[in-house]
């Protein structure tokens, strides 16, 4: 299923009157025949909240859980048997675990129109205190969204034991023969070793590094496989802004009457209007 299918069936899905726990179980439902090669496809899409969607819409919220069945998906091919948490409150979204440790997950994606983001975004602090029992913890984006340069979730991230990865790096590991075979908790403890530090170019190293040495590949490797994210990147991007142009183009052709009411309509000033009487008890 490729970005416009899922994109399509998120649509289809949200028009129907159903409870999200309704929607996040038909979505499963519909993902769960994903091959391997499905799911390498989708890791190196997923990273991107489509413009379609409106913000903190269902479609939005129905994007999360897919990425968050992404990265289920890509933990069992690895060889770590995990699972959604269905409790969504003080508790990470992906759990999993193999006979030598457990581990909690949560995969983000953002939207490419969005300007600047902050450590908060990426919620490195909150994913350690929700990792609670379990043993390590992991947050996935894509790669190009982590900071460039020096960043505070570098050193929380190092400092918390909680290991950044991108969906590139996943899609490598995937790719690896006997990738369900071979043990990845060096990899999450990779960040220890890296106490004080705070830049992006020395974390990436560390990880990079560590990714290698688990397959015994050289990390130039790895650095050839990023290549592939850039192109998909400019792909979703295109396609990112021939929506917005569409959009665009559609707004021009509104006649005076239909741009007020329609821009009413997105401050939602009429709805803010029946809260704030039905607050005050007004008619």
């Known amino acids: 299923m490729d970005r416009k299918q899922i994109i399509a069936l998120i649509h289809k899905l949200a028009k129907e009157n159903l409870t999200f726990d309704d929607y996040a179980q038909r979505l499963e439902k519909e993902l769960t ?26 479609e939005e919220k129905l994007y999360s859980k897919y990425t968050d069945i992404l990265l289920v ?12 948490v269905k409790q969504r409150a003080d508790s990470a ?44 913890a992991c947050l996935i984006c894509p790669l190009y969204q982590y900071p460039k340069n020096t960043s505070q979730i ?52 560390a990880i990079d590094r560590a990714v290698a040495r688990i397959f015994q590949k050289p990390e130039e490797d790895l650095t050839k496989a990023k290549l592939l994210e850039f192109k998909s990147l400019e792909k979703s991007a295109k396609e990112e802004m021939d929506y917005l142009q569409k959009k665009i183009q559609s707004i021009k052709k ?30």
């Open 254 to 283: 509104l006649s005076h009457q239909e741009a007020i009411t329609r821009l009413i309509k997105s401050e939602k000033l009429d709805s803010k209007i029946v809260q704030i009487k039905k607050i005050a008890g007004l008619k």
């Open 33 to 58: 025949g994903l091959t391997l090669e499905e799911v390498k496809e989708s890791l190196l899409e997923c990273g991107v909240i489509p413009e379609s969607f409106g913000h903190d819409s269902s």
């Open 73 to 84: 998906k890509a933990f069992n091919f690895l060889g770590i048997n995990a699972k959604i």
């Open 154 to 205: 570098y050193r929380q991230a190092i400092d918390r034991n909680v290991t950044l990865l991108s969906y590139i790096h996943l899609i490598y590991m995937l790719s690896q023969k006997n990738a369900d075979k071979v043990s990845y908790k060096s990899l999450w403890i990779a960040g220890k070793k890296l106490k004080g530090a705070k830049d992006a170019a020395s974390y990436w190293k």
């Open 93 to 136: 979204d992906v759990e999993g675990a193999t006979k030598e440790y457990s581990i909690v997950g949560d995969a983000k994606a953002f939207r490419l129109s969005r300007t600047a983001k902050n450590q908060k975004d990426f919620k490195v602090e909150a994913l350690s205190k929700w990792r609670k029992d379990k043993d390590f």
